[in-house]
């Protein structure tokens, strides 16, 4: 059955950092674009890192580039979110989501950021 679970979540202060992965089962991990999203509470949930299958491409929004880093692994199939300089407006359930042929999601880790 497929599966992706997220851990490395967690309380941090504003400008520390955390990482975050991302562990799959249950499918062809290599074909799949894999990529990062966030909720905030009454927020609409929002992209904040893919990286192709291969790894060769990634993409981040504005309000997180230069400050957080995708990568995966393919062979331990598990992607990672490297996050430097967090903010407060960082705080949110951040989930793992893979899509090529079908879309498959994560359960969610918490990120809090505050002092």
């Known amino acids: 059955q497929v599966q992706l679970v997220e851990s490395g979540g967690g309380l941090v202060q504003p400008g520390g950092s955390l990482r975050l992965s991302c562990a799959a089962s249950?499918?062809?991990?290599?074909?799949?674009?894999m990529s990062w999203y966030r909720q905030a509470p009454g927020k609409e949930r929002e992209l904040v890192a893919d990286?192709?299958?291969?790894?060769?491409?990634?993409y981040y929004p504005g309000s997180v580039k230069g400050r957080f880093t995708i990568s995966r692994d393919n062979a331990k199939n598990t992607v990672y979110l490297q996050m430097n300089s967090l903010k407060p407006d960082d705080t949110a359930v951040y989930y793992c989501n893979a899509n090529w042929y079908w879309t498959y999601w994560g359960q969610g880790t918490q990120v809090t950021v505050s002092s």
């Open positions: 990286i192709t299958s291969t790894g060769g491409s990634t």
């Open positions: 249950g499918f062809t991990f290599s074909r799949y674009v």
